[in-house]
C-alpha cells in the first residue's frame, strides 16, 4: 500500500511536539550538582588506620598504579614479660588516577576495609602528572564516601557486627558480674558491722550485772584507815619517838 502523502511529515511533526512539550533532563552543571547513583565509582578513597600495608592491593592492580612506601616500627611488649612485635607504618599511599582504569580490583581484594569508592568526580588536572594523589588527598576523598546501603531484611548479619555484638554482651555481662559481686560484699560488710554493733550493745548490757562480782569482797579488803572501816588501835606498849608528843 502506498503512504499517504504528508505522513512522513505529520511524524516528523508529532515526535518534535511531543520533544518540545517534555521536561528537559539537561543538568546545569557546574551550577547545579549532578545526582549520581550511590555506587558511582569516582575515586578511591583511603581509610588509612585500617590498612596494615599488607601490599595487596599494590601487587593486584593490573595497572600498577598503586605506590605504597613503609618501614618497621618495633612495638613493647603489651603485658610484662611478652614478646616484642614489630609492625609496618604507612610512609606513602598514592594512586595515579591518570593509569588507573576503575576495575575495583584494589577495593574488592583489601582484607581490612581500607579503600572505598568515592563519588567525588571534581579532580581534573591541567597536567597530567598531577593525577598522582597522595594519602592526604585520599583520605580527603574517604569523607565523601557514601554510608552503605541497607541491608536486605533477610540477610545474614555481617561478620563484625556479630562480633561486636558478642563482645558487647560479654562486656556487659562481666560488667554486671562485677557490680552484682560488689553489691553482694557490701551487703555482708554491713551485715558483719551491724552484728558487731549488736554484740557490743549486749556487753554494754551485761557488764553492769557482773562489775560487783568482779570486786573483792569487803572482808578481803586491806584496811586503810578510811571512813570504809575502822580505824587502827594505838599501839600502847610502844615507846615515843624523840619529837612525838
Ligand atoms: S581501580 Fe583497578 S586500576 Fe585503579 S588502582 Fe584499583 S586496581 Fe588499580
Ligand atoms: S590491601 Fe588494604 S590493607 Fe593492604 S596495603 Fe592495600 S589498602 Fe592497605
Known sequence: MAPIPGSGLAKGLAVTLRTMTRKTVTEQYPDAQPELPPRTRGVIGLFEENCTVCMLCARECPDWCIYIDSHKETVPPAAPGGRERSRNVLDRFAIDFSLCMYCGICIEVCPFDALFWSPEFEYAETDIRDLTHERDKLREWMWTVPAPPALDPGAEEPKEIAAARKSAEKLAAAQAESAAQSESAAQAESA?????????????????????AAEPPSSARPHTGTAAGPEPEPDTNRKPQEGES
Open 192 to 212: 558483719a558491722q551491724a552484728e558487731s554493733a549488736d554484740q557490743a550493745e549486749s556487753a554494754d548490757q551485761v557488764q553492769p550485772q557482773t562489775e560487783p
